[in-house]
Protein backbone atom coordinates (compact mmCIF):
# COMPACT_ATOMS: atom_id res chain seq x y z
CA UNK A 1 0.00 0.00 0.00
CA UNK A 2 0.92 3.36 -0.98
CA UNK A 3 2.18 5.71 2.53
CA UNK A 4 -0.01 8.29 3.15
CA UNK A 5 1.54 11.62 2.08
CA UNK A 6 1.71 14.30 5.08
CA UNK A 7 -0.65 16.52 5.09
CA UNK A 8 -2.41 19.17 7.62
CA UNK A 9 -5.63 20.72 7.31
CA UNK A 10 -6.35 24.27 7.72
CA UNK A 11 -10.26 25.25 8.17
CA UNK A 12 -11.61 21.45 6.98
CA UNK A 13 -9.35 21.83 4.03
CA UNK A 14 -6.66 19.24 3.29
CA UNK A 15 -3.39 20.63 2.35
CA UNK A 16 -0.77 17.70 1.26
CA UNK A 17 1.22 17.67 -2.33
CA UNK A 18 -1.12 15.76 -4.20
CA UNK A 19 -4.12 18.12 -4.00
CA UNK A 20 -3.61 21.81 -5.73
CA UNK A 21 -1.50 24.12 -3.36
CA UNK A 22 -3.02 26.62 -0.59
CA UNK A 23 -2.10 30.14 -1.77
CA UNK A 24 -1.47 32.30 1.45
CA UNK A 25 -2.36 36.00 0.86
CA UNK A 26 0.03 37.78 3.52
CA UNK A 27 -1.84 40.88 4.46
CA UNK A 28 1.62 41.57 6.88
CA UNK A 29 2.33 45.56 7.53
CA UNK A 30 0.72 46.19 4.30
CA UNK A 31 -2.31 47.90 5.80
CA UNK A 32 0.22 50.16 7.29
CA UNK A 33 -1.67 50.56 10.65
CA UNK A 34 -4.75 50.97 8.82
CA UNK A 35 -7.98 48.64 9.39
CA UNK A 36 -9.50 49.64 6.32
CA UNK A 37 -7.30 48.61 4.62
CA UNK A 38 -6.60 45.41 5.90
CA UNK A 39 -10.05 44.56 5.38
CA UNK A 40 -9.75 45.95 1.77
CA UNK A 41 -6.64 43.71 1.62
CA UNK A 42 -8.89 40.68 2.74
CA UNK A 43 -11.15 41.43 0.01
CA UNK A 44 -8.83 41.35 -2.72
CA UNK A 45 -6.92 38.35 -0.96
CA UNK A 46 -10.62 36.54 -1.68
CA UNK A 47 -11.04 38.23 -5.50
CA UNK A 48 -6.74 36.51 -6.15
CA UNK A 49 -8.23 33.42 -5.28
CA UNK A 50 -6.20 32.75 -2.69
CA UNK A 51 -7.35 30.17 0.32
CA UNK A 52 -6.40 31.93 3.76
CA UNK A 53 -4.99 35.50 4.84
CA UNK A 54 -2.59 36.00 6.89
CA UNK A 55 -2.32 37.98 9.49
CA UNK A 56 0.78 39.77 11.58
CA UNK A 57 0.31 40.68 15.14
CA UNK A 58 2.64 42.63 17.08
CA UNK A 59 3.31 44.90 19.99
CA UNK A 60 5.98 46.98 18.85
CA UNK A 61 7.65 47.40 22.72
CA UNK A 62 7.40 43.33 22.91
CA UNK A 63 9.02 42.93 19.89
CA UNK A 64 12.74 44.79 19.52
CA UNK A 65 14.29 46.78 22.16
CA UNK A 66 15.11 50.48 21.37
CA UNK A 67 18.40 49.78 20.51
CA UNK A 68 17.92 46.91 17.83
CA UNK A 69 19.35 47.53 14.28
CA UNK A 70 17.22 47.69 11.55
CA UNK A 71 17.31 44.71 9.43
CA UNK A 72 18.96 45.48 5.68
CA UNK A 73 15.66 46.68 3.51
CA UNK A 74 14.18 48.86 6.51
CA UNK A 75 15.10 52.51 7.12
CA UNK A 76 14.13 53.49 10.21
CA UNK A 77 15.75 55.36 13.53
CA UNK A 78 13.88 53.64 15.93
CA UNK A 79 12.53 49.99 15.09
CA UNK A 80 10.06 50.53 18.52
CA UNK A 81 8.50 53.67 16.74
CA UNK A 82 8.12 51.76 12.55
CA UNK A 83 6.54 48.68 14.18
CA UNK A 84 4.02 51.09 16.17
CA UNK A 85 2.66 52.07 13.59
CA UNK A 86 1.85 48.91 12.72
CA UNK A 87 -0.10 47.75 15.29
CA UNK A 88 -4.27 46.61 15.01
CA UNK A 89 -6.06 46.24 18.05
CA UNK A 90 -7.90 42.82 19.31
CA UNK A 91 -11.46 44.82 17.75
CA UNK A 92 -9.74 45.06 14.57
CA UNK A 93 -8.57 41.86 14.49
CA UNK A 94 -12.05 40.87 15.26
CA UNK A 95 -13.47 42.85 11.73
CA UNK A 96 -10.00 41.40 9.87
CA UNK A 97 -11.81 37.73 10.63
CA UNK A 98 -15.32 38.69 10.31
CA UNK A 99 -14.61 39.84 7.08
CA UNK A 100 -12.46 36.96 5.77
CA UNK A 101 -15.53 34.42 7.22
CA UNK A 102 -17.70 36.47 4.90
CA UNK A 103 -15.38 35.62 1.72
CA UNK A 104 -14.90 31.95 2.69
CA UNK A 105 -11.30 32.58 3.36
CA UNK A 106 -9.43 31.11 6.49
CA UNK A 107 -7.45 33.32 8.64
CA UNK A 108 -3.97 32.72 10.15
CA UNK A 109 -2.08 34.65 11.90
CA UNK A 110 2.02 35.05 13.31
CA UNK A 111 2.04 36.03 16.88
CA UNK A 112 5.22 38.64 17.37
CA UNK A 113 4.83 37.73 21.09
CA UNK A 114 3.30 35.03 23.79
CA UNK A 115 0.18 37.29 24.65
CA UNK A 116 -0.31 37.62 20.59
CA UNK A 117 -0.91 33.82 20.83
CA UNK A 118 -3.78 34.77 23.97
CA UNK A 119 -5.44 37.50 22.00
CA UNK A 120 -5.70 35.44 19.06
CA UNK A 121 -7.31 32.50 20.29
CA UNK A 122 -10.28 34.96 21.69
CA UNK A 123 -10.60 35.74 18.10
CA UNK A 124 -10.69 32.97 17.32
CA UNK A 125 -8.11 32.15 14.09
CA UNK A 126 -7.56 29.13 12.19
CA UNK A 127 -3.83 28.62 12.39
CA UNK A 128 -0.62 29.64 13.75
CA UNK A 129 2.45 30.66 12.10
CA UNK A 130 5.39 30.85 13.60
CA UNK A 131 8.30 33.75 11.84
CA UNK A 132 11.24 33.06 10.50
CA UNK A 133 12.86 35.03 13.46
CA UNK A 134 11.06 33.30 15.94
CA UNK A 135 12.13 29.75 15.27
CA UNK A 136 14.63 29.37 17.57
CA UNK A 137 11.59 30.60 20.29
CA UNK A 138 10.95 27.21 21.94
CA UNK A 139 8.72 28.83 24.11
CA UNK A 140 6.65 30.63 21.65
CA UNK A 141 6.48 27.23 19.72
CA UNK A 142 5.29 25.62 22.64
CA UNK A 143 2.35 28.28 23.25
CA UNK A 144 1.19 27.93 19.65
CA UNK A 145 1.44 24.59 20.32
CA UNK A 146 -0.82 23.92 22.83
CA UNK A 147 -3.75 25.73 21.55
CA UNK A 148 -4.58 22.70 19.17
CA UNK A 149 -4.29 24.50 16.05
CA UNK A 150 -2.51 23.65 12.72
CA UNK A 151 1.13 25.53 12.79
CA UNK A 152 3.32 26.85 9.98
CA UNK A 153 6.92 26.85 10.91
CA UNK A 154 9.02 29.34 8.36
CA UNK A 155 12.61 28.71 8.29
CA UNK A 156 14.36 31.74 6.93
CA UNK A 157 17.85 32.00 8.30
CA UNK A 158 17.50 28.69 9.49
CA UNK A 159 19.86 24.93 9.31
CA UNK A 160 18.08 21.95 8.61
CA UNK A 161 19.20 20.92 12.65
CA UNK A 162 17.11 24.25 13.88
CA UNK A 163 13.90 23.17 11.67
CA UNK A 164 13.88 19.18 12.76
CA UNK A 165 14.27 21.06 16.48
CA UNK A 166 11.54 23.42 16.21
CA UNK A 167 9.21 20.55 14.68
CA UNK A 168 10.20 18.63 17.45
CA UNK A 169 8.92 21.25 20.53
CA UNK A 170 5.62 21.59 18.07
CA UNK A 171 5.17 18.14 18.30
CA UNK A 172 6.07 17.54 22.12
CA UNK A 173 3.78 20.44 23.02
CA UNK A 174 0.07 19.13 21.19
CA UNK A 175 0.90 20.06 17.58
CA UNK A 176 -0.48 16.94 15.70
CA UNK A 177 -0.18 18.60 12.34
CA UNK A 178 2.89 20.58 11.44
CA UNK A 179 4.34 22.28 7.93
CA UNK A 180 7.05 24.17 7.17
CA UNK A 181 7.89 27.14 4.61
CA UNK A 182 11.12 27.12 3.05
CA UNK A 183 12.01 31.15 3.13
CA UNK A 184 15.25 33.35 2.50
CA UNK A 185 14.73 35.95 4.39
CA UNK A 186 16.07 38.84 2.20
CA UNK A 187 13.53 41.27 0.97
CA UNK A 188 13.65 41.04 -2.00
CA UNK A 189 15.55 37.70 -2.14
CA UNK A 190 18.05 38.37 -5.01
CA UNK A 191 17.95 36.12 -8.78
CA UNK A 192 19.96 33.03 -7.60
CA UNK A 193 19.75 32.71 -3.90
CA UNK A 194 16.38 31.53 -3.80
CA UNK A 195 17.63 28.36 -3.04
CA UNK A 196 14.33 26.30 -4.04
CA UNK A 197 15.87 23.11 -4.01
CA UNK A 198 15.99 23.31 -0.03
CA UNK A 199 12.20 22.35 -0.34
CA UNK A 200 12.70 19.39 -1.10
CA UNK A 201 15.53 18.64 2.12
CA UNK A 202 12.57 20.00 4.81
CA UNK A 203 10.23 16.98 3.21
CA UNK A 204 12.63 15.01 4.52
CA UNK A 205 11.47 15.70 7.82
CA UNK A 206 8.40 13.99 6.96
CA UNK A 207 6.16 17.17 7.20
CA UNK A 208 3.79 19.05 4.66
CA UNK A 209 6.35 21.46 2.56
CA UNK A 210 5.95 24.98 1.27
CA UNK A 211 6.99 28.20 0.49
CA UNK A 212 7.17 31.64 2.18
CA UNK A 213 8.00 33.93 -1.38
CA UNK A 214 10.16 37.20 -0.70
CA UNK A 215 11.53 37.28 -4.29
CA UNK A 216 10.34 40.17 -6.40
CA UNK A 217 7.58 38.47 -8.14
CA UNK A 218 6.13 35.45 -8.10
CA UNK A 219 8.18 33.39 -10.31
CA UNK A 220 9.46 31.03 -7.83
CA UNK A 221 6.16 29.64 -7.29
CA UNK A 222 5.72 26.87 -10.01
CA UNK A 223 8.94 25.69 -9.31
CA UNK A 224 8.55 25.22 -5.74
CA UNK A 225 5.02 23.06 -6.66
CA UNK A 226 7.34 21.16 -9.12
CA UNK A 227 9.63 20.36 -6.13
CA UNK A 228 6.85 19.38 -3.79
CA UNK A 229 5.36 22.27 -2.15
CA UNK A 230 1.63 22.31 -0.97
CA UNK A 231 1.83 25.53 0.59
CA UNK A 232 2.46 29.18 -1.03
CA UNK A 233 2.75 32.50 1.00
CA UNK A 234 2.91 35.36 -0.48
CA UNK A 235 2.86 39.02 0.27
CA UNK A 236 -0.22 41.17 -1.57
CA UNK A 237 -1.00 44.64 -2.04
CA UNK A 238 -3.38 46.51 -3.61
CA UNK A 239 -2.75 47.88 -6.91
CA UNK A 240 -2.89 51.52 -6.29
CA UNK A 241 -0.61 50.80 -3.64
CA UNK A 242 2.89 52.10 -3.76
CA UNK A 243 3.76 52.95 -1.11
CA UNK A 244 3.24 50.08 1.23
CA UNK A 245 5.99 49.04 3.26
CA UNK A 246 6.74 45.28 1.63
CA UNK A 247 5.88 46.53 -1.73
CA UNK A 248 8.80 45.09 -3.24
CA UNK A 249 8.11 41.41 -2.27
CA UNK A 250 4.43 41.87 -2.61
CA UNK A 251 2.02 41.08 -5.82
CA UNK A 252 -1.39 42.75 -6.92
CA UNK A 253 -4.15 40.35 -6.33
CA UNK A 254 -3.99 40.38 -10.74
CA UNK A 255 -0.42 39.30 -10.29
CA UNK A 256 -1.27 36.74 -7.65
CA UNK A 257 -3.88 34.99 -9.58
CA UNK A 258 -2.18 35.00 -12.57
CA UNK A 259 0.58 32.68 -10.22
CA UNK A 260 -2.01 30.34 -9.02
CA UNK A 261 -3.07 29.46 -12.56
CA UNK A 262 0.52 28.91 -13.43
CA UNK A 263 1.39 26.93 -10.00
CA UNK A 264 -2.21 25.11 -10.59
CA UNK A 265 -1.16 24.01 -14.08
CA UNK A 266 2.06 22.92 -12.99
CA UNK A 267 0.55 20.79 -10.43
CA UNK A 268 -1.51 19.36 -12.71
CA UNK A 269 0.78 18.99 -15.41
CA UNK A 270 3.12 16.63 -12.55
CA UNK A 271 0.38 14.00 -12.87
CA UNK A 272 0.39 10.67 -10.59
CA UNK A 273 3.81 10.09 -11.41
CA UNK A 274 3.37 6.65 -12.19
CA UNK A 275 4.52 5.61 -15.45
CA UNK A 276 1.70 4.02 -17.99
CA UNK A 277 0.02 5.15 -21.09
CA UNK A 278 -2.23 7.97 -20.15
CA UNK A 279 -5.53 8.95 -21.54
CA UNK A 280 -4.53 11.67 -23.63
CA UNK A 281 -2.26 9.38 -25.68
CA UNK A 282 -4.09 6.26 -25.68
CA UNK A 283 -5.04 6.96 -28.89
CA UNK A 284 -1.82 6.78 -30.68
CA UNK A 285 -1.53 4.20 -29.21
CA UNK A 286 -2.22 1.86 -32.13
CA UNK A 287 -1.21 3.53 -34.81
CA UNK A 288 2.09 4.48 -33.45
CA UNK A 289 3.42 1.14 -32.35
CA UNK A 290 4.37 -1.81 -34.67
CA UNK A 291 3.06 -5.02 -34.71
CA UNK A 292 4.25 -7.97 -37.38
CA UNK A 293 2.93 -8.19 -40.75
CA UNK A 294 2.93 -10.52 -44.06
CA UNK A 295 6.09 -9.62 -45.81
CA UNK A 296 3.80 -11.54 -48.71
CA UNK A 297 0.99 -13.36 -49.20
CA UNK A 298 1.79 -16.46 -46.99
CA UNK A 299 -0.82 -20.13 -47.28
CA UNK A 300 -2.03 -22.07 -44.90
CA UNK A 301 0.47 -24.19 -43.94
CA UNK A 302 3.58 -22.15 -44.87
CA UNK A 303 5.90 -22.57 -42.29
CA UNK A 304 7.31 -18.97 -40.78
CA UNK A 305 10.65 -17.73 -41.79
CA UNK A 306 11.99 -14.35 -40.71
CA UNK A 307 11.61 -12.95 -43.90
CA UNK A 308 8.29 -13.83 -44.57
CA UNK A 309 7.52 -10.78 -41.78
CA UNK A 310 7.87 -6.99 -41.66
CA UNK A 311 7.82 -5.17 -38.24
CA UNK A 312 5.36 -1.87 -39.65
CA UNK A 313 2.37 -0.05 -37.78
CA UNK A 314 0.14 -0.33 -36.31
CA UNK A 315 -0.09 -2.38 -33.83
CA UNK A 316 -2.91 -4.52 -34.66
CA UNK A 317 -1.11 -7.88 -34.70
CA UNK A 318 1.68 -9.44 -32.52
CA UNK A 319 4.27 -7.44 -31.10
CA UNK A 320 7.46 -7.78 -32.19
CA UNK A 321 8.98 -9.02 -29.68
CA UNK A 322 6.65 -12.58 -30.41
CA UNK A 323 8.78 -12.60 -33.97
CA UNK A 324 11.17 -15.81 -32.22
CA UNK A 325 8.88 -17.19 -30.93
CA UNK A 326 6.60 -17.37 -34.45
CA UNK A 327 9.47 -18.14 -36.68
CA UNK A 328 9.04 -21.98 -37.51
CA UNK A 329 5.71 -22.17 -36.75
CA UNK A 330 3.12 -23.52 -39.50
CA UNK A 331 0.12 -21.32 -40.12
CA UNK A 332 -3.09 -22.65 -40.02
CA UNK A 333 -4.93 -19.89 -41.83
CA UNK A 334 -3.77 -18.27 -45.03
CA UNK A 335 -2.41 -14.18 -44.74
CA UNK A 336 -2.70 -11.52 -47.36
CA UNK A 337 0.25 -9.48 -48.05
CA UNK A 338 0.03 -6.86 -45.49
CA UNK A 339 -2.05 -8.21 -42.96
CA UNK A 340 -1.44 -8.58 -39.28
CA UNK A 341 0.20 -11.59 -37.98
CA UNK A 342 -2.58 -12.61 -35.22
CA UNK A 343 -2.42 -15.78 -32.97
CA UNK A 344 -4.80 -17.39 -34.60
CA UNK A 345 -3.18 -17.27 -38.01
CA UNK A 346 -1.47 -20.03 -35.90
CA UNK A 347 -4.10 -22.37 -34.55
CA UNK A 348 -6.05 -22.83 -31.70
CA UNK A 349 -2.86 -24.40 -29.93
CA UNK A 350 -0.76 -21.59 -30.43
CA UNK A 351 1.10 -20.22 -26.80
CA UNK A 352 0.45 -16.43 -28.04
CA UNK A 353 -2.77 -15.43 -26.67
CA UNK A 354 -3.05 -11.98 -27.45
CA UNK A 355 -3.62 -10.80 -30.83
CA UNK A 356 -2.60 -6.97 -30.05
CA UNK A 357 -0.67 -5.05 -27.92
CA UNK A 358 -2.28 -2.85 -25.39
Keep these: MPRERPFIEIAGRRIAADVPPYVVAEIGLNHGGSLDQAIALVG ?17 AELVSAACPAPAHVGAASLVDFFAQFEIDEAGHHAVVRRARDLGLAVIATPLSEPAVDLLERVGVDAFKIASGDLTWDALIAR ?18 EAAHAVDVARRHGAERVALLHCVS ?12 AIGRLAELGVPVGLSDHGGDAFAFPIAVALGASIYERHL ?15 TPQELADAIEQARR ?44 VVIRPASGLPPAALPDVVGRPLAAAIDAGQPL ?16 A
Design 342 to 357: LARHLGAEAPLERDRV
Design 186 to 197: AYPVPRGSENLA
Design 237 to 251: VLSDDHDAVDRAVSS
Design 44 to 60: AAAGSGAHAVKLQTLIA
Design 144 to 161: CASTGRPLIISTGLATLA
Design 266 to 309: AWTALGSGDKACLAAEAPNLLPSRRSLHAARDLTAGCVLAAQDL
